[in-house]
């Protein structure tokens, strides 16, 4: 591996390739041109973004290096409150390097402010922080799996049939203070409707009855890309099972703190939590 320095060989402006990116509706591995490098996504808040570079090449997202398949092949995404800008830099198999600063778009979020709620629905009682912090701790490992698998490649579903009843990005204000914002995307349906692998992988989490996700499953998609769904009423895989898009994997319901009967649709990029709606084309 070459360790990059500031005497690099060759700086090429990746600009002459950003007009390669091709409307987000959800992708597969294609569409890419026979030049050094070329994208399929959305660069956007929240959005994924699959490259395409030469094999051999070593890939920099905003300075840390990322996984590239055999065949030249990345992934990388923006979170939520992502700056207007970021940098990409790729070392290529005969020593040059390609650098650019991506331009980023910003999302309006939905904010909502509530005022009068009883303590005890706004606050998690003390005596359950404990049980709290260990099932964050198993869905932080369960996310910070680093497969060489390649799901992530095609196109995502919807986990379940019904109504969107919640989107990416918005926050509520419970009496006077902010809340984490919501990094999902909720379908609304009776319980025991059929919950969906909205892409193919492996099963790194399958828990019945977490404290505030209820029924919950993880699934690694490869390359740090995974799918979290809860508020389960079942859950019917268990952990190391393969699972492919579209194949049953449990039934929604109201479980751990729901307000009622819906599936929570989570997708990350390791720590940086994506915009499900994106990826299915509902933005």
């Given at each position: 591996m070459k360790c990059i320095t500031k005497s690099w060989p060759a700086v090429i402006p990746l600009g002459f390739v950003l007009g390669l990116l091709?409307?987000?509706?959800?992708f597969a591995a294609k569409g890419f041109s026979d030049g050094p490098v070329g994208f399929t996504?959305?660069?956007i808040q929240g959005g994924l973004v699959i490259g395409k570079t030469k094999p051999g090449s070593e890939v920099y997202f905003e300075g840390n290096r990322i996984q590239i398949?055999?065949?030249g092949l990345f992934v990388f995404g923006f979170s939520r409150d992502a700056g207007d800008t970021a940098e990409l830099k790729i070392s290529l198999p005969d020593g040059k390097i390609l650098v650019e600063t991506l331009i980023v778009s910003?999302?309006?979020y939905h904010i909502e402010r509530i005022e009068g709620l009883p303590p005890a629905t706004v606050n998690i009682p003390p005596e359950q922080l404990q049980r709290q912090r260990h099932e964050r701790g198993m869905v932080a490992s369960a996310r910070a799996v680093q497969s060489d698998l390649l799901e992530w490649r095609f196109e995502?579903?919807?986990?379940?049939?019904?109504?969107?009843?919640?989107?990416?990005?918005?926050?509520r204000i419970l009496n006077g203070e902010p809340r984490s914002p919501h990094y999902g995307l909720d379908v609304a349906a009776p319980i025991h409707t059929p919950v969906i692998a909205p892409l193919g992988g492996?099963?790194?989490?399958?828990?019945?009855?977490?404290?505030?996700e209820g029924g919950i499953i993880i699934i690694d998609h490869g390359f740090g890309v995974s799918s979290t769904v809860f508020h389960l009423q079942s859950v019917d895989v268990i952990v190391g099972k393969s699972v492919q898009k579209g194949e049953k994997i449990g039934t929604i319901g109201a479980t751990g703190r729901a307000s009622g009967p819906h599936v929570d649709w989570r997708v990350n990029w390791?720590?940086?939590r994506l915009d499900p709606g994106l990826l299915v084309g509902l933005q």
């Open positions: 091709l409307a987000f509706s959800g996504g959305a660069f398949s055999d065949d910003a999302q309006d995502f579903i919807l986990p379940a049939e019904g109504r969107i009843s919640g989107v990416y990005g918005s926050q492996i099963i790194t989490l399958a828990e019945p009855d977490f404290l505030l390791g720590k940086v």
